[in-house]
């Protein structure tokens, strides 16, 4: 089934540590985004990918890092986790830039 | 302002129609957006409109747009148990296209 696949599913982190939040899409879109979902601040924009190689800065980047070396892959890392990042992180991908958006059924961290 | 406008809660009887406001920001968006979000999944594409319609309807789902008041509205005839949901604004800002979301409105129906 096509779609947007993302792993681990959830995680507890301790904070400090270094932590790849994973994203895969199959079909062959050329957009990936990542969004965090925080309790009465809606989903917010870390980095999105308008195609393969390039990256841009979202709303709320600051302690997030993504890359885009294929298609098929857009992962997020934390450098060093804080507290603050705790949150349900969104995968989504869309055919180009601007169009409907696909979404991956989240990541639950927890940074302790 | 900056962000997208939402209205975090509504609730609704079983059988009426539910309004869903939402005020946006970029007059040159060329989409907007509706998307829904069932409690613990991610979030789905519900419908959108394309900025030069006034209007949009899809089956019990009305989209209203006003660009000079940059005000997008969604209506749900006949509201059912099954959309209770989060429901999401969204709109395209800035020269790389970004889809950026409002604070989403959880609509709770009432038996």
């Known amino acids: 089934i096509a779609g947007i696949t993302q792993a681990p599913t959830s995680q507890i982190l301790a904070a400090g540590r270094r932590m790849t939040l994973r994203c895969t899409q199959d079909m062959r879109h050329n957009a990936m985004y990542w969004y965090r979902q925080d309790l009465g601040l809606g989903l917010r924009l870390i980095h999105y990918s308008n195609t393969a190689g390039t990256t841009g800065k979202g709303e709320v980047p600051d302690g997030y890092s993504v890359s885009r070396a294929n298609t098929d892959d857009f992962p997020l890392t934390l450098a060093s986790a804080v507290p603050s990042q705790t949150s349900v992180y969104f995968c989504?991908?869309?055919?180009?830039?601007?169009?409907?958006?696909?979404f991956g059924n989240g990541t639950r961290l927890t940074v302790t | 302002g900056e962000d997208v406008e939402q209205s975090l809660f509504l609730s609704v009887r079983e059988g009426d129609s539910s309004v869903i406001n939402c005020t946006y920001t970029d007059s040159s968006s060329t989409y907007l957006y509706w998307y829904k979000q069932e409690p613990g999944a991610g979030l789905q594409l519900l419908t959108y409109i394309f900025s030069n319609m006034d209007m949009k309807q899809d089956q019990r789902l009305t989209v209203l747009l006003n660009k000079k008041d940059k005000h997008l509205s969604l209506r749900i005839a006949d509201t059912q148990t099954g959309d209770s949901a989060i429901y999401f604004c969204?709109?395209?800002?800035?020269?790389?296209?970004?889809?950026?979301f409002g604070k989403g409105t959880r609509l709770h129906i009432l038996p």
């Open positions: 969204a709109e395209i800002i800035g020269r790389d296209d970004k889809i950026i």
């Open positions: 989504a991908s869309s055919e180009v830039q601007g169009l409907a958006l696909h």
